[in-house]
């Protein structure tokens, strides 16, 4: 009977450590996955970025230092496509799949580039000789956090928006 009930036991404890390490695995990643797609005129734009969390952090200036490149999402850097040529604040990007950074600066004129190599991770291997397009744009102050970096199409271009800055990237 004693070896019954250890035998039971340890089938248990092992069942019970399965379950644990299945629920852990399930769990949601710290910066999930995300992708925003729209159409700009005759023009698909899909962004695919991992969503950060401000979780009560300095962002601007503390976990992102200014005047850094920055991979604009967590993870892999986030990726700009576009099925059709475009303009990107007044300059001409061919249609493709680019690697989309961002340099935050304390001023509030941020840098956007649009890498010719889409897939990195983060921004540790950025080469600025790979870039197909340099902008700068204006920061503008959102009315209140956004807890989530987010990215979101509309008819004039699109938005990276996180923590309490958006940036505004237009687009014809």
Not at 1 to 28: G, P
Not at 50 to 60: A, D, M, N
Not at 73 to 102: M, R, W
Request: proline share 5%; aromatic share 10%.
């Amino acid at each position: 009977m004693k070896t019954m009930i250890k035998s039971v036991t340890v089938v248990f404890a092992a069942v019970t450590l399965s379950v644990n390490a299945f629920a852990q695995d399930t769990k949601k990643p710290a910066s999930p996955p995300a992708t925003a797609t729209g159409k700009i005129k005759d023009a698909t734009i899909t962004i695919a970025y991992s969503s950060p969390s401000v979780k009560g952090r300095t962002i601007w200036g503390g976990l992102e230092a200014y005047d850094k490149v920055w991979r604009a999402g967590a993870n892999e850097a986030t990726t700009f496509e576009t099925d059709k040529d475009i303009t990107v604040q007044g300059k001409k990007l061919a249609k493709g799949k680019y690697s989309f950074f961002l340099i935050p600066k304390a001023s509030g004129t941020w840098t956007a580039i649009f890498n010719k190599e889409p897939k990195q991770w983060g921004a540790y291997k950025y080469e600025q000789a790979k870039d197909a397009l340099r902008v700068d744009v204006k920061t503008k102050a959102l009315p209140a956090t956004q807890e989530n970096l987010v990215y979101k199409i509309n008819s004039n271009g699109f938005t990276m928006d996180w923590d309490k800055i958006s940036v505004p990237v237009e687009i014809k």
